[in-house]
């Protein structure tokens, strides 16, 4: 289940590759702009701003997240991103850190390009972070027991999981687009008793408290702190860098 109030604790880092992905997108008047994986709904709002004129089509797979976009006026949808099929009037799609949760987004990306019309818009991010230090540490303790059958499979358990920018500009250009990708390591700086750990509770730690239940989350998370520690040393003043790698892509159809 995702938490809207846990995610929204890092709302300046977490909006900050959304604005940089967006300066790069280009059609002035568009008419129908989607954001995939609205969240809680705090940027969506920045789309319409941007575009005034534009109908905005808002979803999420979280009944959470969208019941909290909802509360901000948003009107957002739940629904599967793999089974979303773009409307004839749509000339941007963007999604900002969501699509990483879907093993077939490669294949999605192509899909899209595919039924989009020549002029449209394909913006996504991604965190490429899955490989970090953080992620390492939850795979490790994730396989101990009494963890380890619980937890068989879930997203940072192993396998690339976000290519490198190239993959997918070739994938993109191949389907008959420009493309414009890039990737960004952001150094973030966070306090409090376990802040890397409050991090990835909002995001890649979702998948865990789905599995297992509060006592035994309560002990993963016991074991996963002093390994967090040592891999992301607090500094005298108590600030904590946490490197976060995102990749970025903007596509537009028909080259």
């Known amino acids: 289940m995702w938490d809207p109030d846990i995610y929204l604790g890092f709302a300046d880092h977490r909006a900050r590759p959304f604005y940089d992905l967006l300066a790069r997108v280009g059609p002035a008047e568009p008419r129908r702009v989607v954001d995939l994986g609205c969240g809680p709904g705090t940027l969506t709002g920045e ?33 599967d991103l793999r089974s979303w099929t773009p409307q004839p009037d749509t000339d941007v799609v ?53 963890f380890a059958n619980k937890l068989r499979g879930i997203p940072f358990q192993g396998g690339r999981v ?29 306090t409090g008793e376990h802040p890397v750990l409050d991090w990835i509770s909002g995001t890649a730690l979702t998948p865990v408290k789905e599995q297992l239940n509060e006592a035994e ?12 520690a040592e891999a992301y040393p607090s500094r005298p003043d108590g600030v904590t860098f946490y490197p976060f790698r995102r990749v970025f892509f903007v596509a537009r159809v028909g080259g």
Do not use: K
């Not at 976000?162 to 150094?187: F, H, M, N, Q, S």
């Not at 989350?217 to 967090?228: A, D, G, K, T, V």
């Open 217 to 228: 989350y309560q002990r993963f998370c016991e074991e996963l702190i002093p390994l967090l």
């Open 94 to 146: 963007l999604s900002n850190a969501a699509m990483q949760w879907v093993p077939e987004h490669r294949e999605l990306f192509v899909r899209w390009a595919g039924q989009l019309t020549a002029g449209a818009w394909i913006a996504i991010q991604m965190p490429g972070n899955f490989e970090s230090p953080s992620h390492a540490a939850a795979r490790i303790v994730a396989g101990r027991e009494p």
């Open 47 to 79: 789309l319409a701003r941007r575009w005034p004129n534009a109908r905005i089509e808002a979803i999420d797979s979280s009944p959470e997240m969208v019941e909290a976009a909802q509360g901000r006026g948003v009107d957002a949808s739940v629904t």
């Open 162 to 190: 976000v290519d490198e920018p190239a993959r997918y500009a070739d994938l993109l250009i191949d389907a008959g687009c420009t493309v414009d990708a890039w990737e960004t390591t952001y150094l973030h700086e966070l």
